[in-house]
């Protein structure tokens, strides 16, 4: 049974409070969109201008050929003795001064014809450098907005969404923006340029056209607003079934171990169908738009011919009230009908763009609320770095000895549950502090405190005896060297993954820190050494080089502060005993702290914390917690035996 | 004054802060320059697009289903288009038959012809024939404001009819948008379920060769093109098609020495836009491969943003980002341009076209040549020859601005077909065994003669295999597992021990030696009964959007809801699942959801539980789990595993200890074998690997 349009736009439609919230982002946002507008101010002056020079000559044309037609061919131009014209019969010959109206209208014609082809052409370069510079500077904005973000931050926006944003949404605005200084200036300026010359024709023919026109494109107006929201629906279902792509795609062999073939595809027909439906009643309504163009086209020109036959006759019949309507000019003849009845196309055509643009609004609109959402995302960690002093100086850590009080954390996304805390603890300059516990015990949490990559709940983190909110973020980045535990390399050479410990730093110091890593002996055995190249993710290497990698890119900051989270897993012991070694001899006063699963990395440590659920169930020497920790002595049982 | 000394706006760095955003400019050339110095000019690897127009003809098959609502939308658009079409010719025979007269009536000074007769052997005659009829529903010969008011009253019927007309093109143009979408959405839904259906039939070789960002890529952007194309393109074209044709034929009744004037212009314009679209279309493809570069970039940034947060790099890489935004942006501006500059030089020639006629049209007929070509001889139909000129540009324009289009979905066509064509995993209907499950809950198997249950005895012998030729993964395995045992498989990465379980699901197929379950060659074997006498759990487990229970469910979809708690429980799932916001019924959203590794590994566990067929494999299963907790499940692992074969691979040693057989491979080899305790005492490989001598990777 297939579900019915009204149940699949109930299961596709967004909630109201997405509405208020999109609502509120749009005040904050405009202004970053405009600010953004400001430096292509040269090209936006030049294409307005453009497209006045370009819109009046292309308007003159239907004039031109009026006037062709009526100077020329009923041969105005030409007028005998008795004021009579004469026009141009079939096979009447050729009357010099008509035809001279003839070449004169046609030539202008043409000229007017080639100065806009200039200026139409000069308008789409301009055009496309302004929405091209706009979107890259909107594009800049957001990548470094996204940069900005916290920890915390992060873990709402999926990369792929982010990259979407900057490709697709980016593009859909700059397709807007691009219609908009090239159709919108144009036509709005057509429309009105259309309307002054179809009024000082005959106002009364402007009279019948100017609602006509306005009604047509109100339909169509309200039409485009009303399909929004049925974009917005096509939009979910097409991530729907996007999902249902990348969920086949991902879990591939589970469907095929399970056999769940069928399964699958009556799934993502489901959605398919969803797809369908809502994209036939988007896209059929909005193509309805068109067919009101042609059929208010159709009407007005049937209008105007009909009215321009009362015009000709009762102008003929020099009576005055229609000749008040035209203007004042008692003559209506072929060539006028001929004008409003080209005036009268250009308008509708000129509403058609414009309401096209409304159509890419839309489009664009969707796009810039998933960019607001970005934009306006409140970024949960600021920097306010205390005043530098005599004592205290806010771009330094004076020493490695970290202090927690009372410190307490939780997620965002789970207020209520503790991921850590409340834990006081004190280590010292210069010491080596494990911390051991199972997966999801807050260990990563508690470490993350310390160089302010998640702010503590409650409770206070201090280092030198001043809270990390004091200090700025270079101090706590430059003195503070993090491994994390997903830890990545990045495109380019093994140089200058190091380098991005220390801007500048020579081979030597590299080798040295590559050395303390435990890493020399391998980047040696590479053919290239220092220049082997890395690629994305650090994939060309093997875990266990990659952790190596990763520490000394830390180590070369020699930093006060040391954290390595769980960064040697994929390293056997004999290397992860030799790292440790090498910190204990050539980072005397390095504060060190390790997370690690196996107990055999942390057993020498000056310290070590067992934690268990976000809380401290052991604190001491290797020695004594086997004694005096249940936890920590099960954990060394099961390393030790097995299962 | 201030405004004398403004040097304008910022156009480089950074902008002012706005809402806690600070606005960044663009990078500019220089900084552009001294940046790629520094990160080196990335690659430039612009491949040309090749389209085939077989793309497109495999396109329309998709259409052909819908076969009588096409032909209902051909016949509805020529219908609509010729009542266009007339209403624009219309024009012509009510001035020349109808208004012209009628002024001439009024002030009674025949300018043409002397008097009425006289006019209507000049003007009417030679025209077609409903001229003529026009003409004499007047009486001309009342002369004066009388006929001319009877003209009138023609015209008014006439327009009236003509207004007709127009709703009717109206209602036939909006059955031609309910149509022509409804056929454009259809063809979409068939391909989209058709290319599903392919996904899901080829190998899981494709998918290991093959990014996962590629296969999304062909679904998403590459049938976004398509889609662009049937939603709006097709009926675009064909209506524009049609109209082209109809004003053609119009034009060339009309008069054919104009018309071929016309037509030699419009060529050169025809000429200018094909140029054009072929530069246009390889600016895009630069276009393309540079949005391509920055989005590889901001995919890397952002996902490694924690490490560059760590490094305080966050400027470092927005200037990177920045420079090849600047190359795109520059390459942006030059595809923007070529793809619109067609739009002014078609509408544009048409104008120099239009004045061009106009001037020879009023020699011909002031000559009086003009008939021996058609029927333009007089001013009125002289107009509505322009006017046809005039419609001439729309389909013109759309068509060209159709081509980019075009072509970019044709792009997409033949990449999806790409996908379509690759080889499916063989069907295997005519395999010779199956398996089935009985109402006493165990598996057997059958070749329609005889039935044996399943056991699970697996052996392999002298396998070879490879997943490229000349390089084999695995050399001349040769292994067995009596129902019933656990065998485990270690080695570093690349030994090939996830190979053997590829094989033993026939996810692969072997190069030689062979593979027997309970006896019967795995060839033998309906791939599906095969795969249904065997679960999986893996490293990387992978969640379907739904609820907990729906999951659980995937392993076995007769399972009851009573049925999957008791698996949670074997798992040590429960727990965790009961802690969750709606408990059983929350519903897990594919890839964001808030699961950890660990507890996506337990559920895994718990849906194999659920099926319970009689063998067993475990990829890595538990090396997410932290060790006390696989301590935990390891009772109910126990459970699961009771009584079945279990293959077992493992990271963490002390998960496999106590293993019946311990396989130790190395570079696709089995190195060593035994039991714990044996291997330990040969002091091989497995000894150093126990004691931590040697790294396993």
Known sequence: ?643 | MKFYKYQGFKVSGSGPILNDVQIQFSCGKENYQEITQTYGKRKKGYGKPKHSWKALARVFHYVSPDKFKVLAVFFVTIVMIFINLVGAFISAPLVDALLQPAVYSVTGNWLIGGNYLGYQQQVIQDQMFFYQYLFNTVNWAQGGIEAANEALNTLGIVISIMMVFYILAFLFSCLQVFLMTRIGTSSLFRLRNDMFAKLQSLPLRYFDNTSHGDIMSRFTNDVDAMAQFFNTGLMEVFTSTIMLIGILVFIFILNWLLAIVALVMESISVMIVIINVKRSVSAFSETQVSMGEFNGVAEEVLSGLKVVKCFSKEQDMSDLFKSIDYRHTMHNRRSVFLSSVNVPIVNNINNLTTGLVTIIGAILVATGFSSQYGFVVSIGSLISFITFLRMLSRPFNSISNMMTMIQSSLAGAERIFQMMDIEPELSLNKAKWRSYKAEDNNFYWTDGVTTKPVLGQVDMQHVYFSYEKGQEILKDITLYAHPGQKIALVGSTGAGKTTITNLLTRFYDIDSGQILIDGINIQDIDRVSMRRSMTLVLQDTHLFTGTIYDNIRYGHLKATDADCERAAKIACADEFIRKLPNGYNTVIDGANTSLSQGQKQLLSIARCATFNPPILILDEATSSVDTRTERLISHGMDNIMKGKTTFIIAHRLSTIRYCDCIMVMDHGKIIERGTHDQLLEEKGRYYDLWMGKVELD
């Open chain 1, 1 to 643: 049974m297939r579900e019915s349009l009204k149940e699949i736009e109930q299961k596709l439609q967004y909630t109201s409070k997405d509405e208020s919230i999109d609502k509120a982002n749009r005040k904050k946002t405009i202004g970053i969109y405009l600010e953004c507008l400001k430096p292509s101010w040269k090209y936006i002056i030049l294409q307005f201008f453009l497209i006045l020079l370009d819109a009046t000559f292309e308007l003159m044309i239907p004039y031109l050929s009026g006037l062709l037609i009526r100077n020329g061919l009923e041969g105005y131009a030409a007028l005998d003795a008795l004021g009579n014209p004469s026009p141009i019969i079939y096979g009447g010959g050729i009357n010099q001064e008509a035809m001279n109206a003839v070449w004169l209208y046609g030539g202008l014609m043409i000229i007017c014809a080639l100065i806009a082809i200039v200026c139409q052409a000069f308008g789409m370069k301009v055009s496309a450098i302004i929405s091209s510079d706009y979107v890259e500077r909107l594009r800049n904005t957001i990548f470094w907005k996204a940069e900005e973000f916290s920890f915390s931050n992060i873990s709402h926006f999926p990369v792929s969404k982010l990259t979407t944003m900057l490709s697709n949404d980016c593009n859909n605005i700059r397709f807007f923006v691009l219609m908009l200084v090239r159709m919108g200036f144009k036509q709005s300026l057509v429309v009105i340029l259309c309307f002054a010359f179809i009024f000082s024709l005959n106002w009364a023919i402007g009279l019948i056209t100017l609602p006509l026109t306005i009604l047509a494109f109100s339909i169509v107006i309200v039409i485009i607003r009303k399909t929004r929201r049925e974009f917005v629906m096509t939009q979910t279902a097409i991530d729907n079934v996007n999902r249902n792509v990348e969920e086949d795609t991902e879990g591939i062999r589970e469907v095929k171990a399970f056999c769940r073939e069928t399964h699958m595809q009556k799934k993502f027909e489901n959605t398919n169908y969803e797809l369908n439906e809502v994209t036939y009643h988007a896209v059929s309504k909005m193509g309805l738009t068109a067919a009101i163009t042609t059929l208010t086209i159709n009407v007005t020109i049937g209008l105007i011919q009909y009215f321009g036959g009362f015009s000709m006759l009762n102008t003929a019949a020099n009576n005055e009230i229609w000749q008040i309507m035209n203007n004042g000019v008692a003559l209506f003849d072929a060539g006028e009908l001929s004008m409003l009845t080209s005036y009268a196309a250009v308008l509708t055509t000129a509403f058609s763009f414009l309401s096209s643009l409304v159509q890419f609004y839309g489009r664009a609109e969707a796009s810039k609320e998933r960019i607001d959402r970005v934009l306006c995302e409140k970024i949960d960690i600021s920097y306010a770095p205390k005043e530098k002093s005599e004592n205290f100086d806010p771009d330094h850590l004076k020493s490695g000895h970290i202090q927690f009080k009372n410190v307490s954390f939780s997620y965002l996304n789970d207020m209520n549950k503790l991921a850590v805390g409340p834990i006081s603890l004190d280590i010292k300059e210069g010491e080596t502090i494990g911390i051991v516990g199972g997966t999801g015990s807050g260990k990563s949490s508690l470490v993350n405190l310390i160089p302010r990559l998640y702010d503590a709940t409650d409770g206070e983190v201090l280092i030198a005896s001043h809270n990390v909110k004091d200090y700025s973020v270079r101090a706590l980045r430059d003195d503070i060297g993090v491994v994390l535990q997903q830890n990545l390399l990045f495109t380019g050479t093994i140089r200058s993954n190091i380098q991005w410990g220390k801007k500048n730093a020579t081979d030597e110091e590299i080798w040295e820190a590559l050395d303390i890593a435990a890493a020399k002996s391998f980047v040696e055995d590479f053919k290239d050494g220092l220049d082997t190249p890395v690629v994305q993710g650090g994939k060309s290497v093997s875990g266990g080089q990659k952790q190596r990698l990763c520490i000394a890119r830390a180590v070369i900051k020699k930093p006060k502060i040391l954290i390595l989270d769980d960064s040697t897993s994929a390293c056997d012991m004999e290397t992860s005993r030799r790292i440790n070694a090498n910190f204990a001899s050539k980072l005397k006063n390095t504060t060190i702290i390790i997370i690690a699963q196996r107990i055999d990395s942390v057993k020498d440590c000056d310290q070590i914390l067992v934690l268990d659920n976000g809380s401290m169930v052991g604190l001491g020497k290797h020695d004594n917690l086997i004694q005096s920790c249940s936890l920590y002595r099960e954990l060394d049982a099961i390393q030790r035996k097995g299962v």
